[in-house]
């Protein structure tokens, strides 16, 4: 597995695949779908799919595939690596949502939030098979959300393909099970090799298990709150217990409104306004006064509202 495109940037999500099996152009195929790292407030999201032909849904099974919550590290290793040696007949793909991603995309001004973002990650991998000639007629998915209505909606968006949504899917249908690895393998490798974009110094890398409830994880968000700028993007922003941290250890900050002038309300809440930083005493050549400042900035926000 090759990570090499995701960690070049990894502000910004990926997709890795690897190739597509002769047998899985010509032959009826089931699909599988899982993810791994729902629920960790550090590093990304992983959506995985495997895929094999019906007739060797009994040699995947014999490769003891299972969940990947139920194996160990050196267990999920192994079992990815048969996965990838089978090559003739199993095919597999990912999509690495980073935590940027993540976060820009539930805090924008029109949510987006993580049941939607599931859903339309994992439309997108079916689809990305089908564009690549792969003969789907049974597609597998753990739910997210009621699996009815997942049923339903996989359904209508790919008709002429069984579409199964069951909670633990991923210890019913190996196929599932093996996406589940797949998934879970590439989250762990990401995780454990993440570089800092940003300048943080020999930053520690035992940061747990990256879930909000794990000593080692708060400890570690703690340590490397900066009280001005938040967290690295290796941290979920949109997640509460990173916003908690930052409202009660970062710096209080006054966002200039337009209905009130920014002076007055930053004063009132005894804070500075950022355009102090950007004005000028009146009336000095080539200095820009508060309110050209506040025009300038109030017209480059309406341009940017016009172009979404």
């Keep these: 597995m090759d990570l090499s495109p995701f960690e070049s940037d990894n502000s910004v999500s990926c997709r890795l695949a690897s190739q597509i099996p002769d047998v899985c152009r010509t032959e009826d195929c089931c699909l599988g779908i899982d993810e791994a790292g729902r629920g960790p407030v550090l590093g990304p999201m992983v959506y995985g799919i495997c895929f094999c032909p019906v007739s060797k849904k009994q040699e995947l099974k014999d490769s003891k595939v299972a969940d990947s919550k139920t194996l160990n590290e050196v267990e999920r290793e192994n079992l990815f690596q048969k996965i990838d040696e089978s090559k003739s007949y199993i095919g597999w793909a990912l ?33 990305y098979a089908l564009d690549s000639g792969v003969q789907l007629k049974e597609v597998f998915v753990d739910t997210v959300g009621p699996a009815d209505k997942y049923e339903d909606k996989l359904s209508k968006r790919f008709p002429g393909i069984d579409v199964t949504v069951r909670p633990k899917a991923d210890s019913l249908f190996p196929i599932v099970s093996a996406a589940s690895i797949c998934a879970k393998v590439a989250r762990d490798r990401v995780v454990k090799g993440w570089s800092f974009s940003e300048d943080m110094g020999d930053v520690e890398a035992d940061y747990g298990s990256g879930y909000p409830s794990d000593p080692k994880t708060k400890a570690w968000m703690l340590k490397y709150l900066d009280p001005v700028f938040g967290y690295p993007q290796f941290v979920r922003f949109s997640w509460s217990t990173a916003q908690t941290l930052m409202d009660s250890k970062g710096v209080t900050v006054h966002w200039d409104d337009d209905d009130e002038d920014g002076e007055k309300g930053a004063q009132r809440q005894n804070n500075k306004s950022m355009l102090a930083y950007f004005s000028a005493s009146a009336g000095g050549k080539g200095q820009t006064s508060t309110h050209q400042t506040h025009r300038f900035f109030t017209e480059r926000r309406l341009k940017s509202l016009d172009a979404l």
Excluded at 97 to 120: E, V, W
Aim: zero cysteines.
């Design 95 to 127: 999509q690495i949502l980073s935590p940027n991603t993540i976060s820009t995309s539930m805090l924008q001004r029109t949510k987006y939030n993580l049941n939607a973002i599931s859903h339309d990650t994992a439309i997108d991998l079916v689809q």
